[in-house]
């Protein structure tokens, strides 16, 4: 990975749920955080992996005939693929008769994804729409996320995070310099349950969502409300307190859901919040009511 390439798992278009307008949504592989909820476990790692779906699979085996490295195997029922082996030619997906097998992640430059974006810039000048940066995380390469953010500019592109903030202020700094809204993931008030939650403390996190605010830039705080990690009106109360010292005046719930559920089988990890219930917005009207009258506009 360089300034002029990096590792994106899908790009997205016609988003609008991820900034204003119409949106071309850039997912870039690699995350700091390991939040047990995750909705995309694919983007994590910052290379490319192969997800196996045990229901298209037709038990052929054609895949580990195929592969030259010897890096695909039968384990214990699952089809897995050694990443250390893993030449990256892939055979294996490409020859899969079931389509059983895909592959997350794939090094593009700069002018190709630029290019898959500017094709529906009459839809942004339209709707106020543009270019958004998710993942995984952004800040994981932050050296291509700068690049395709300048790249966007320079074609007058409004431009937007989703974004952790967990990266070392000078690189923060560095990234959000060309972006025109940053919607800022806070997931938990306390650093210690923070860490338990996502493996990672808060104490940075919190830093540059003040430092955001501090140098004028447009953020929405985010926050996914999971069930037994930030979901009690306790935590609410904290969070808005949180939120009001950083310096902002609203926020957006995101209830917790289980679309990236069957994500871990394909991948073989277990997933800490297997069978629990989504939430619906009907669920969090008290939660979200401890924001307002604490001064912060709470929204869905």
């Given at each position: 990975m360089t300034k002029d390439s990096g590792i994106v798992f899908n790009?997205?278009?016609?988003?609008?749920?991820?900034g204003p307008g119409i949106r071309t949504v850039v997912f870039l592989k690699g995350c700091p955080l390991r939040c047990q909820w995750c909705a995309n476990p694919e983007s994590q790692l910052v290379r490319a992996e192969i997800m196996w779906d045990e229901k298209k699979c037709i038990g052929c085996r054609h895949c580990i005939e195929v592969c030259p490295h010897h890096a695909v195997s039968l384990t214990e029922g699952r089809i897995t693929v050694d990443p250390s082996k893993c030449g990256g030619c892939g055979k294996c997906f490409r020859e899969c008769p079931g389509k059983a097998l895909k592959n997350e992640g794939e090094l593009k430059t700069v002018k190709e994804v630029m290019d898959v974006v500017m094709q529906d810039l009459p839809f942004y000048e339209e709707s106020g729409g543009g270019i958004t940066l998710s993942g995984g995380e952004m800040l994981a390469q932050p050296e291509f996320a700068v690049s395709l953010l300048k790249a966007a500019k320079e074609n007058g592109l409004h431009t937007c995070c989703e974004t952790t903030g967990f990266a070392k202020q000078?690189?923060?700094a560095e990234v959000i310099e060309n972006l025109d809204l940053i919607l800022f993931d806070v997931k938990?008030?306390?650093?210690?349950k923070h860490k338990a939650g996502t493996a990672v403390g808060n104490e940075l996190i919190l830093?540059?969502?003040k430092y955001a605010f501090s140098q004028g830039k447009d953020v929405l705080p985010r926050i996914p409300v999971i069930p037994g990690f930030n979901d009690s009106l306790n935590d609410a109360e904290n969070l808005a307190r949180v939120i009001k010292e950083a310096g902002g005046t609203k926020c957006q719930l995101l209830p917790f859901h289980q679309f990236g559920e069957n994500k871990y089988e394909q991948l073989g990890r277990e997933y800490a919040y297997k069978d629990v219930s989504a939430y619906h917005r009907e669920d969090l009207e008290d939660y979200r009511r401890v924001f307002i009258e604490h001064g912060i506009e709470a929204f869905f």
């Open positions: 790009i997205q278009k016609f988003s609008v749920n991820d000078e690189v923060f938990h008030w306390d650093s210690g830093s540059n969502l």
